[in-house]
């Protein structure tokens, strides 16, 4: 039974910066399976940073240079580095994992967490 648990999400004001972090439990073949999503009310979730094979990292052009994707295997933690907050990006964060690496399906994720920035 895999388990995502996320945290680190608050308020900000614009400028500032969060770290995210999402221990995974349960999960054995989580490296380089692993993202962020987000969704802000009354719009679509969309995949914010996601990490691939041989750990090549991809952002949404919307984030790209602001924040960062990184995993440490040994903690089974995922993060999201956010730096240069803007309002556009409050939303509820989720962490997300695939069950077969090669597939671009996300079969996991986490119950989420709260990021404003005013």
């Known amino acids: 039974h895999v388990q995502l648990v996320e945290s680190g999400g608050g308020s900000v004001q614009a400028g500032g910066s969060l770290r995210l972090s999402c221990v995974a439990s349960g999960y054995t073949n989580s490296r380089n399976c692993m993202g962020w999503f987000r969704q802000a009310p009354g719009k679509e979730r969309e995949r914010v940073a996601h990490?691939?094979?041989?750990?090549?990292?991809l952002y949404a052009e919307s984030v790209k240079g602001r924040f960062t994707i990184s995993q440490d295997i040994a903690k089974n933690t995922l993060y999201l580095q956010m730096n240069s907050l803007k309002p556009e990006d409050t939303a509820t964060y989720y962490c997300?994992?695939?069950?077969?690496?090669?597939?671009?399906?996300?079969?996991?994720y986490g119950q989420g967490t709260q990021v404003t920035v005013s």
């Open positions: 997300a994992g695939r069950q077969y690496c090669y597939k671009a399906v996300y079969d996991y």
């Open positions: 990490i691939v094979a041989n750990g090549v990292t």
